[in-house]
C-alpha cells in the first residue's frame, strides 16, 4: 500500500515565498494577464483623474482583484492539465474554455462597472448633472 501524503510544516516565512512563487508563475508568460495589468493602470489612473468617490474606489479595486484573480485559476488549470494529460483531452479542453469563459465574464462585467462609474465621474465633470 502506497505511503499516505503528509505535508510538513512551514514557517509564514516559507508560505509566502511559495505564494509570491505561484504569482509569478501565473503571470509569466501570459500574454492575458499584461492587457488586464495595462487596463488595472488605466482605470486607476482615470479614477485619480476623475476624482471618484471611496465607495467607486473600492468597487473598481474589486473588479480588478476579481478579473486578475480569475486570469489566475485559469492559469492554474492550464498548468494542471498540462500535468494530467499531455495528449489532446476533450474533457480538460472543456474545463480550459470554461475557465477562460469566466476570465471573460469577470472581464465584462468589471468593463461594464468601470464605464458605469467613469461616464458618471465625466458627467458630473462636464456638469451634464449633479452628482447624487
Excluded at 488605466?42 to 479614477?47: F, G, K
Aim: aromatic content about 12%; hydrophobic content about 55%.
Amino acid at each position: 500500500m502506497p505511503e499516505e501524503y503528509q505535508p510538513r510544516k512551514r514557517s509564514w516565512l516559507e508560505k509566502f515565498r511559495e505564494t509570491f512563487r505561484g504569482a509569478w508563475l501565473g503571470v509569466r508568460g501570459q500574454s492575458s494577464f499584461y492587457i488586464h495589468f495595462a487596463a488595472a493602470i488605466v482605470v486607476i489612473i482615470a479614477a485619480f483623474f476623475l476624482a471618484v468617490t471611496q465607495v467607486e474606489w473600492y468597487i473598481l479595486i474589486l473588479c480588478i482583484t476579481a478579473v486578475i484573480t480569475a486570469e489566475m485559476f485559469n492559469s492554474a488549470l492550464e498548468e494542471m492539465a498540462k500535468a494530467v494529460d499531455k495528449n489532446r483531452n476533450q474533457h480538460l479542453a472543456n474545463a480550459l474554455d470554461i475557465s477562460s469563459a469566466a476570465v471573460l465574464v469577470a472581464s465584462i462585467g468589471a468593463s461594464l462597472i468601470g464605464a458605469t462609474i467613469f461616464l458618471n465621474r465625466l458627467g458630473i465633470r462636464l456638469e451634464l448633472w449633479a452628482e447624487s
